[in-house]
């Protein structure tokens, strides 16, 4: 499956990764395989043979365990391989089917993830809460414990900016105080203006009050 010409591409876009330990499998070759593999009665020896060696390895098992439907088993592998999640590739794209269905069972698991010192961890956490809980499950509760997160790592703060650009393009009127009161470190806001200014989800009027809200 590898694509050597991928695997160059791709090692630019995942700084933090050794181009070295790429095989350059597409993403979508690598969805189609975790699916066939994700029914295996042995596929447990994959699951537990960590760490990894390879990106396109830690990409399967997430893709894997995200096709689990029983929610406690996918939960579980989840919350055993969170800890060898090194890049913000693997991270952004492992999302449970199951966990729509469960979201107040997982909203316990997220205040724990959020509260890691590991940083894909906090990432995943975060991405969750973007996730499931921007629409109907949404509470005023939740930015607040996003905004209340400071850290000096880059793919945190980016994550922070991306809830919030989206919180804004989801729940305008609840989330632009934030934005208005400063609630977030400096390149955090500047950086979330920037994403939603980037957004076609919210108004012209919004983006140019945004714009003024931007700290120099």
């Not at 160059?8 to 700084?15: A, D, K, N, S």
């Not at 029914?39 to 894997?64: M, T, W």
């Not at 956490?125 to 509470?139: G, Q, R, V, Y």
Request: charged share 30%.
């Amino acid at each position: 499956m590898q694509d050597k010409k991928y695997r160059e591409f791709q090692g630019g876009l995942i700084p933090t990764e050794d181009g070295s330990l790429m095989i350059g499998v597409r993403t979508p070759d690598l969805r189609s395989y975790a699916k066939e593999l994700a029914k295996r009665d042995d596929i447990s020896e994959f699951l537990d043979d960590l760490p990894h060696e390879y990106f396109d390895e830690n990409q399967l098992h997430a893709f894997i365990i995200s096709e689990f439907r029983d929610y406690e088993k996918c939960l579980d592998e989840v919350c055993r391989f969170l800890p060898y999640v090194n890049n913000w590739a693997t991270c952004d794209q492992m999302g449970p089917k199951v966990f729509k269905k469960h979201k107040k069972e997982l909203l316990p698991q997220i205040k724990k993830w959020i509260k890691s010192k590991e940083t894909y961890t906090i990432r995943f956490a975060i991405k969750m809460l973007m996730t499931h809980f921007l629409d109907d499950d949404f509470d005023i509760a939740y930015p607040e414990i996003i905004a209340g997160i400071r850290s000096d790592e880059y793919y945190v703060n980016m994550m922070i900016a991306w809830y919030f650009a989206t919180a804004l393009a989801k729940q305008w009127d609840r989330v632009i105080p934030f934005i208005e009161e400063h609630k977030l470190s400096t390149w955090t806001h500047n950086k979330a203006i920037q994403k939603s200014v980037e957004s076609n989800r919210i108004s012209g009027e919004q983006k140019e009050y945004l714009k003024s809200l931007k700290v120099k």
